[in-house]
């Protein structure tokens, strides 16, 4: 696949605007929170580990000592902490400009669980944004123009959502499981765009992912936290984006003015593994309304999350 043309990035003033970002304590996620936080955003940084999340937010203060970054506590692998973040943000009550739902796992050689019995990656990757994004759907539509940015990734191309075997129980793929959990990911944007224009939410939902980039999902997810040696990482680097690269079409959808409801956006070179944000392929397989629907309708029941 050849390069596309880049899309001019724009990111405007973004002073008064609260945004949420989950898995903010490192890779993408800490990324986008200096960057949003240093254009005048109030960053809500949704984090599991609270102490990495502290470490985190000191080093983007020392960087920048005027950000506003507000630390809360978030395990999307556990739907008790997705509504008690939740409920904390409602008590709260400021409208929520945006919602980028970042934080995830990827590939774990075994089978895990979460809390509550889901297989991990989809249950993290897709159940708790799924749940967390219902719950604070009232605050979204305070705002006066809310997004929700749904983080994808090369990896949805292989996916399909085993309908008869959600959580995996039978046999358990690494890849497999992460494959379907981001394919989920894309069906979940692209019908909550369709619902959202259906019940005149006012809500911009919108795909992205980073491309190739280089953050500690390669280590903490498929080798289990056992660190690359000199030459493997070395060579990661070369073949794959740094992280100030991976966010930007993240950022793009997150506050561009030009970014399209309903749309994909991915880095624009070869293979979409580098490059500047541009609009993304869809795999045929997200664009299916059928299995949209029916992934939504068995989320709302494994979630016990209705939105509206």
Excluded: C
């Excluded at 008590?91 to 774990?108: F, K, Q, S, T």
């Amino acid at each position: 696949m050849l390069s596309r043309s880049a899309l001019p990035l724009t990111v405007p003033d973004l002073t008064g605007r609260r945004i949420i970002v989950t898995g903010a304590n490192s890779g993408l996620g800490f990324g986008l929170a200096g960057r949003l936080a240093a254009d005048g955003a109030h960053v809500i940084m949704a984090v599991r580990n609270e102490q990495k999340g502290r470490d985190a937010r000191e080093r983007l203060l020392a960087d920048d000592p005027d950000a506003r970054l507000e630390l809360q506590h978030l395990d999307l692998a556990n739907l008790g902490s997705v509504r008690a973040f939740a409920e904390a943000q409602l008590a709260h009550g400021a409208p929520l400009d945006v919602l980028i739902n970042n934080a995830g796992v990827m590939a774990p050689p075994e089978r895990k669980s979460t809390d509550d019995g889901f297989e991990l990656q989809f249950g993290s990757n897709h159940l708790g944004p799924f749940a967390l994004t219902g719950l604070l759907l009232p605050l979204l539509r305070a705002a006066e123009a809310p997004r929700v940015v749904s983080t994808a990734s090369l990896a949805a191309w292989p996916g399909r959502i085993r309908f008869d075997d959600l959580q995996w129980q039978r046999s358990y793929s690494a890849w497999g499981a992460y494959s379907q959990s981001k394919l989920a990911n894309l069906l979940f944007a692209r019908e909550l765009q369709r619902r959202s224009d259906a019940q005149r939410w006012n809500l911009r939902s919108i795909a992205a992912h980073p491309g190739g980039t280089a953050t500690n999902l390669q280590v903490s997810g498929p080798r289990n936290g056992e660190p690359f040696d000199a030459k493997a990482s070395e060579r990661m680097h070369r073949i794959m984006q740094p992280v100030e690269m991976g966010i930007l079409p993240s950022l793009y959808a997150a506050v561009d003015a030009h970014a399209q409801p309903g749309a994909y956006y991915g880095p624009n070179g070869p293979l979409e593994i580098k490059g500047e944000p541009s609009i993304a392929r869809v795999p045929p397989q997200a664009k299916r309304r059928a299995t949209a629907v029916r992934l939504w309708e068995q989320s709302e029941l494994l979630t016990g999350v209705q939105f509206g």
